[in-house]
């Protein structure tokens, strides 16, 4: 993908309030979905309570990729509410309207003022129709792209391959990312000038960031494990997701003027 | 709230497949959202392409409260997109069909065979209608209760009384809670007999948790920050939300059998 790409934004995806914030660019949403540990998809649940339609969230996980070179970018889904997910389509052959969302909480800014508080976050949302993948190529492809997004070089180092009994009750959702966009906070808190300079409010109230990351813990093995040390690709995992965790959140409160903490 | 309080459930709560572990206790749908440091609110965004409607979300900050004893709980929201939000009902008189989720991750749970990977979590889904609050006592209420959610006793250390143009831009969006569940996953991985007797395999894969869980860093202060030493109430918030969060993610791999891992 061509590191200019971007999402075309729309009425779903236009960024209102904080334009300033908002970002279109494909490298930066594919990123801060495919780094985050669990996504939130949306989608109307049939007719109930004499309304038209009722919203829905399901925290699933899932990855955005290209299954073939010519193909757009797509986001595959996998979950156990995947099948009744589709219930709601009829019988699973038409497209669901769909918006799925990936947040980062990467730190609290405490102003002088409640109301300037704020949190540093990325955070991502990408809209369009949902359908199941039915080729058997493509589900093994979403499955191993999920396997391994989550938890690098898994999927080689397990028993991949599927039993036919796995492959039948496993249901993938593919939506075809129609528009997207991502919203990036950095920096410290701003406040309103009358409270910069209220000499007592500033001498009693400190200002500043509290930077939060997610970190991965020591691997405990199962009751039923053999292998005595933990492999690798596990310990490479752990330690490389923990040395950059921390630093993000913390660059995140002074980010280097040249990107912005914006990645490509 | 009594502790063996309960969510009816109803056809946008209700567990399908997973419906041992779901639970309506409201302590517990309770305790997940307001330990959660960014809620996920969708709704129905307008007619547009030809849908009726299209399903959106945004993350927001969020607690869950009682105004008054008498009060049933409800969900209080705050965030620069509450405006956007409420010019989707006509001038804010309507009543929004919503749904909020918060969810954590507590680990990874890495099984013999990629389709008996799972995680450890705890989610919640909330569902009702939402409506702009216009008394100023329960929008003070509000982000009384919003900012020390977030960061406990923040709303007392600093500038709290808000001013007149701070209260007229201010929007808080609260929730009915009609229905809500939980959804809790603890312990190990689960494989199937033919994997578990299939000693090369076993003897090659390493199986188990690995936790997972958020850590708050060393507060960073602002370039006008005049506070020398970080105050106690926040250096116990990071002592205290850290020394909690390891143990609960390793915790949730081999839970307690008296609570299997659920909080009232």
């Known amino acids: 993908m061509a590191p200019s790409a971007a999402y075309k934004p729309d009425e779903r995806s236009k960024g209102v309030r904080l334009a300033k914030r908002t970002h279109y660019d494909t490298g930066l949403v594919h ?50 509410s995947v099948a009744r997910l589709f219930k709601l389509t009829e019988g699973g052959t038409q497209e669901l309207p769909m918006c799925v969302a990936a947040t980062h909480i990467d730190g609290y800014v405490l ?12 955070s991502a949302v990408c809209f369009g129709h949902g359908s199941l993948v039915t080729s058997p190529e493509e589900i093994l492809f979403a499955l191993e792209l999920i396997t391994n997004n ?16 796995e492959l ?28 910069s300079q209220d000499r007592e409010l500033v001498g009693r109230t400190w200002t500043g960031v509290v930077p939060t990351y997610t970190v991965l813990g020591a691997p405990v093995e199962s009751d039923y494990n053999q292998v005595k040390a933990v492999p690798e690709y596990l310990d490479d995992w752990v330690a490389d997701a923990n040395s950059m965790a921390e630093q993000r959140a913390v660059d995140a409160v002074d980010p280097p003027p040249a990107d912005d903490g914006v990645e490509g």
Chains 1, 2 share one sequence.
């Open 168 to 195: 039948t009750s496993t249901a993938i959702l593919k939506m075809t990312i129609e528009t997207a966009s991502a919203k990036v906070r950095t920096g410290g808190p701003s406040d309103d000038r009358a409270d």
């Open 31 to 80: 990123n801060i979905v495919n780094t985050c540990s669990i996504l939130h998809v949306s989608f109307n649940a049939p007719a109930i309570h004499n309304e038209p339609q009722f919203p829905t969230i399901l925290p699933m996980l899932g990855a955005i990729a290209r299954y073939s070179t010519d193909d757009i970018a797509s986001l595959y889904l996998h979950g156990s």
């Open 150 to 165: 989550s938890v690098p070089e898994r999927w080689e180092n397990s028993r991949s391959a599927p039993t036919k009994a």
């Open 111 to 122: 102003a002088l003022a409640p109301f300037h508080n704020s949190c540093n976050y990325r």
